[in-house]
C-alpha cells in the first residue's frame, strides 16, 4: 500500500472509531482480495471500501469503487463470515479521504452497495 493509502486508511480508520465504530480488522486478504477495513457497529458487520486521493480533480474518490472492486469486497466478505462465523448482518460501506492543501475531508457512505446476484 502506497503512504497516501496508509494515511487514508489511518484516517478513515480514527475517523469510525470516533463515530461509534470497533474496528474487527484491518487490511484482511483472503487470497487476492482485500477489504481495507472491517468493523462492527450494532447488528452490523461493515464492510468499509477506502479511497483515498490528493485530489477530487479526477472525480471523486468512492467513485473508484466500481464492479470490479465491489465483488472482490462482496466475496471476501463472504469468507470473512464464513470463516468467523459472525452471525451478524452484512452492510458495505465507503469511506472516501482527500487530502487538499493540508485538509483533510472525510466522507462516509453507509450502505453504498449491496451485494445482488450479477455483481
Same mark, same amino acid.
Given at each position: 500500500?502506497?503512504?497516501?493509502?496508509?494515511?487514508?486508511?489511518?484516517?478513515?480508520?480514527?475517523?469510525?472509531?470516533?463515530?461509534?465504530?470497533?474496528?474487527?480488522?484491518?487490511?484482511?486478504?483472503?487470497?487476492?482480495?482485500?477489504?481495507?477495513?472491517?468493523?462492527?457497529?450494532?447488528?452490523?458487520?461493515? %464492510?468499509?471500501?477506502?479511497?483515498?486521493?490528493?485530489?477530487?480533480?479526477?472525480?471523486?474518490?468512492? +467513485?473508484?469503487? +466500481?464492479?470490479?472492486?465491489?465483488?472482490?469486497?462482496? !466475496?471476501?466478505? +463472504?469468507?470473512?463470515?464464513?470463516?468467523?462465523?459472525i452471525?451478524?448482518?452484512?452492510?458495505?460501506?465507503?469511506?472516501?479521504?482527500?487530502?487538499?492543501?493540508g !485538509?483533510?475531508?472525510?466522507?462516509? %457512505?453507509?450502505?453504498?452497495?449491496?451485494?445482488?446476484?450479477?455483481?
Amino acid at each position: 500500500m502506497n503512504e497516501l493509502g496508509q494515511k487514508g486508511e489511518q484516517a478513515a480508520a480514527e475517523y469510525l472509531v470516533a463515530q461509534g465504530y470497533k474496528i474487527l480488522e484491518r487490511n484482511w486478504r483472503f487470497g487476492k482480495d482485500e477489504i481495507d477495513i472491517i468493523a462492527e457497529k450494532g447488528n452490523y458487520i461493515v %464492510i468499509v471500501g477506502l479511497k483515498a486521493r490528493s485530489t477530487a480533480y479526477f472525480g471523486e474518490p468512492e +467513485d473508484a469503487v +466500481d464492479k470490479q472492486k465491489r465483488r472482490f469486497l462482496i !466475496r471476501a466478505a +463472504d469468507k470473512y463470515v464464513i470463516q468467523k462465523s459472525i452471525d451478524l448482518e452484512v452492510r458495505f460501506d465507503i469511506v472516501a479521504v482527500i487530502f487538499e492543501q493540508g !485538509r483533510q475531508t472525510i466522507r462516509h %457512505i453507509e450502505d453504498a452497495f449491496y451485494p445482488t446476484l450479477r455483481d
